[in-house]
T-cell receptor, first 109, second 117 residues
Framework: DAKTTQPPSMDCAEGRAANLPCNHS???????VYWYRQIHSQGPQYIIH???NNETNEMASLIITEDRKSSTLILPHATLRDTAVYYC??????????FGDGTTLTVKP | EAGVAQSPRYKIIEKRQSVAFWCNPI?????LYWYQQILGQGPKLLIQ????????DSQLPKDRFSAERLKGVDSTLKIQPAKLEDSAVYLC???????????????FGPGTRLTVL
């Protein structure tokens, strides 16, 4: 079973920030939080990861709560091309990724 | 750097036939994964290799599925005989780290879409 829970779907207006939540209440101290997204007919694409500090890269920001039991992926200015299924995964390095069903984000004009 | 390559991209077979998928990971990546993704679901791990050894094959239906990674580079996944419920996308991924390493990112290939009629 997946170690994370995510809402099945979300909508976001184009140009606005998309905030995708993830609960991982049973996360272990050595497990990282990873976010991937999957655009239709493609393999999952890495977005960002973090251990306990907030992280930012050119694609997104990752906010991890102090107790590490939940996190939020932020797409600061969503575009239509950000429409995809977003997966939140917790894993230690070198281990498999256990995917849930993810959140389907639909960005609307 | 070149990504994970998979072939074929699409395959249609009849039930009880056999099929094989090929994966070429990113150069130098020690760990290779095969996932099965059924429509509407997240990917599910079938098997994980570290170099040419199997790390985890607990979810692999061994009566019909087999996989190998000769010389620790390319890998093939075979289904024999195929069933209707095997219709799915088969994803290959690779990562540079090994078990116990603090971090490593998985890179996924485009997948092979299998349809069993």
């Amino acid at each position: 079973d997946a170690k994370t829970t995510q809402p099945p779907s979300m909508d976001c207006a184009e140009g606005r920030a998309a905030n995708l939540p993830c609960n991982h209440s049973t996360i272990s101290g050595n497990e990282y939080v990873y976010w991937y997204r999957q655009i239709h007919s493609q393999g999952p694409q890495y977005i960002i990861h973090g251990l306990k500090n907030n992280e930012t890269n050119e694609m997104a920001s990752l906010i991890i709560t102090e107790d590490r039991k939940s996190s939020t992926l932020i797409l600061p200015h969503a575009t239509l091309r950000d429409t995809a299924v977003y997966y939140c995964i917790v894993r230690v390095g070198g281990s498999k990724s256990t995917f849930g069903d993810g959140t389907t984000l639909t960005v609307k004009p | 750097e070149a990504g994970v390559a998979q072939s074929p991209r699409y395959k249609i077979i009849e039930k009880r036939q056999s099929v094989a998928f090929w994966c070429n990971p990113i150069s130098g990546h020690a760990t290779l994964y095969w996932y099965q993704q059924i429509l509407g679901q997240g990917p599910k791990l079938l098997i994980q290799f570290q170099n040419n050894g199997v790390v985890d094959d607990s979810q692999l239906p061994k009566d019909r599925f087999s996989a190998e990674r000769l010389k620790g580079v390319d890998s093939t996944l075979k289904i024999q005989p195929a069933k209707l419920e095997d219709s799915a996308v088969y994803l290959c991924a690779s990562s540079s780290g090994t078990s116990g390493s603090s971090y490593n990112e998985q890179f996924f290939g485009p997948g092979t879409r299998l349809t069993v009629l």
